[in-house]
């Protein structure tokens, strides 16, 4: 989908850009220091202005990706807007810029041009870039202009940057953020996703692509590794959106039931976009949706696990070139069979089993896979196991935190090698 970099009407005229909004004063902090020894190198993931550090719905997929990753990396730190105390982190490791709340607030941010973003951008860090310290590593997650307007300064206190994208890259395809700084890495979320980079930005050098994990405590398998109810339970959990194929998904279960297979679906999540939660999109499917479909909003965390043990397939009928898709190794960790589009980084998650790939945007074949998982429970057992010890190996946080430290020492390693950034 191509967004077209006109600002949208609507939002030109939103409110005026004034400096003292922006004024930071102090950097806020909830306690002094965040370096466990003098000289240690510290890492800042810093989160971008729409999210909150929080594991209520104020938060979001990458607040919880770094709250995962804190408790195997000490040297680990959070640059935010706001935070609260439900990831149950050190006070000391959350590093909070209030004047990011106030930019948070500009509506049509997104296309202001970036002469406009640059100067606005440095004032509200320009507390937080003041204690860098040498070989520190400023991990960028999600932003592009953040990296715009903080790389020079970054290096220029011998730190190093990150750019870390967890999302697609389209809406940047034809703007020049890429071309406007050097990253020492660019981290993303799945070899799909790196190729993607390459070829749009050829000139990218030391790319990686780092997975995304899950929480094992929280998703793990039930006790009893069969169907909890009469009926077979097919989950679905994201937003309702056209790009995500819900509608294939309720195609699909339109066909199960004109072939006479018992089986119900449960779509977990909300519209996007649109107030209380709905849209034409989501209008539409819930006026064609059969019988066997239930609707039931979307849930916290803990309340999604459940929803996973709940179920006896978990089905992911995306359309576009999903950049991950976090919903299939949530399932994989409760031992719950994926019927998955094959499409952008799915297909690298199912490499170790767990996962049937359908080609996207076919109901019938999504149904001739969900049909067959239904079928046959043990079948549906052995694709369940096959995933969970796939997510165990390759997916737990223990495991991608490996990888993301591997990537910050080779950055410490050729500073050593090769002198501070120039």
């Avoid at 406007?180 to 390459?198: C, G, N, P, T, W």
């Avoid at 952008?344 to 199912?350: T, V």
């Amino acid at each position: 989908m191509k967004l077209d970099a006109q600002q949208p009407a609507q939002s030109r005229q939103q409110c005026p850009l004034s400096a003292d909004m922006f004024a930071n004063g102090a950097l806020v902090r909830k306690r002094r220091g965040n370096r466990l020894r003098e000289g240690e190198r510290v890492i800042y993931h810093i989160l971008t202005e729409r999210e909150l550090f929080s594991a209520d719905v104020a938060g979001g997929a990458v607040s919880r990706s770094i709250a995962n990753i804190l408790p195997f990396d000490d040297s680990s730190t959070i640059v935010c807007r706001g935070a609260d105390d439900s990831w149950n982190i050190e006070s000391n490791r959350i590093v909070i810029l209030p004047a990011l709340r106030s930019y948070s607030k500009i509506r049509g941010r997104g296309y202001l041009p970036l002469r406009v973003k640059v100067p606005l951008l440095r004032r509200i860090f320009q507390p937080f870039l003041a204690q860098l310290d040498p070989d520190d590593i400023v991990w960028c997650h999600g932003q592009p202009d953040f990296c715009v307007a903080l790389e020079p300064l970054i290096h220029r206190r011998g730190a190093k940057l990150v750019c870390h994208m967890h999302s697609s890259l389209e809406f940047f395809a034809r703007r020049p953020h890429f071309r406007r700084f050097i990253a020492d890495a660019y981290i993303f979320v799945s070899a799909s996703m790196q190729k993607e980079a390459l070829q749009l930005f050829p000139w990218l050098r030391n790319t990686y692509a780092i997975h995304n994990g899950a929480d094992e405590s929280l998703f793990y398998p039930r006790k009893a590794q069969f169907s909890l109810g009469l009926k077979p339970i097919i989950l679905y959990v994201g937003r309702i959106v056209p790009e995500k194929g819900v509608h294939v998904l309720i195609d699909a279960m339109r066909i199960l039931e004109e072939r006479r297979i018992v089986a119900e679906c449960r779509v977990v999540g909300n519209a996007e976009a649109a107030v209380g939660g709905s849209s034409s999109y989501l209008r539409t499917l819930l006026e064609s949706s059969p019988a066997t479909v239930q609707f039931v909003g979307s849930r916290p965390g803990t309340q999604i696990a459940e929803e996973y043990r709940q179920a006896d397939i978990l089905c992911c009928p995306s359309i576009y070139e999903e950049p991950f898709g976090n919903v299939n190794i949530e399932a994989m960790g409760c031992a719950v069979p994926v019927v998955a589009s094959r499409v952008g980084g799915i297909p690298e998650i199912a490499a170790d089993g767990g996962v049937i790939l359908v080609s996207p945007n076919s109901p019938a074949e999504l149904a001739d896979a969900l049909q067959a998982l239904i079928q046959d429970s043990d079948f549906r057992v052995r694709t369940g196991r096959d995933g969970l010890a796939s997510f165990r190996r390759r997916f737990t946080w223990h495991a991608i935190t490996t990888q993301y430290r591997r990537v910050a020492d080779s950055l410490v390693r050729t500073a050593i090698a090769g002198g501070q950034h120039q």
